[in-house]
């Protein structure tokens, strides 16, 4: 009886062992680019629109623009909501007022950059273009959501 106890125990220290080496050999997930999903936006946008090659770099130009021009934005909301937090905390009222602006005025340039992004998407477009692109609704950089919203379209994540 001890023998085999003994014997279980090794067996189970070993399972363990080679558990935590494969769980500790695992690479942990990499975030892709901006890059890499502006081409992956553009290569759904060719499949669904038939873009041409032009169009393929002004719609990654325009998605680039747009990447560039929210992430400030991004850091700077941050910023504000980190603001509006601590002068709740601290019953601030004024400091409220002025984070819940800055708020308010950085959700308005998120808003202007995307629609500016649209709006460019869309004139560079064929009308035949333009009636499949309206039909396909809010995805990326076609909505309000947006491009660092998910990435949706058809077949991927909303």
């Given at each position: 009886m001890t023998y085999k106890r003994v014997l279980m125990g090794i067996v189970c220290a070993a399972l363990s062992t080679a558990l935590m080496n494969a769980q500790s050999s695992q690479v942990a997930p990499t975030r892709p680019t901006p890059e890499a999903m502006i081409a992956k936006q553009v290569?759904?946008?060719t499949t669904l629109l038939s873009l041409d090659a032009g169009q393929q770099g002004k719609a990654t130009a325009l998605l680039l623009a747009e990447h560039n021009a929210t992430a400030t934005l991004r850091s700077?909301?941050?910023?504000a909501?980190?603001?509006?937090?601590?002068?709740?905390?601290?019953n601030d009222t004024a400091g409220i007022s002025a984070a819940a602006t800055q708020i308010?005025?950085?959700t308005a340039?998120?808003?202007q950059a995307h629609a500016t992004a649209q709006a460019g998407f869309a004139a560079m477009l064929s009308p035949a273009?333009?009636?499949?692109?309206?039909q396909l609704g809010?995805?990326?950089?076609?909505?309000p959501r947006g491009m660092h919203a998910g990435w949706g379209g058809p077949g991927g994540p909303r």
């Open positions: 290569s759904r946008y700077s909301m941050r910023t909501q980190q603001a509006l937090r601590t002068a709740v905390e601290n308010g005025n950085l340039q998120e808003v273009q333009q009636a499949t692109y309206k809010p995805i990326g950089m076609g909505g």
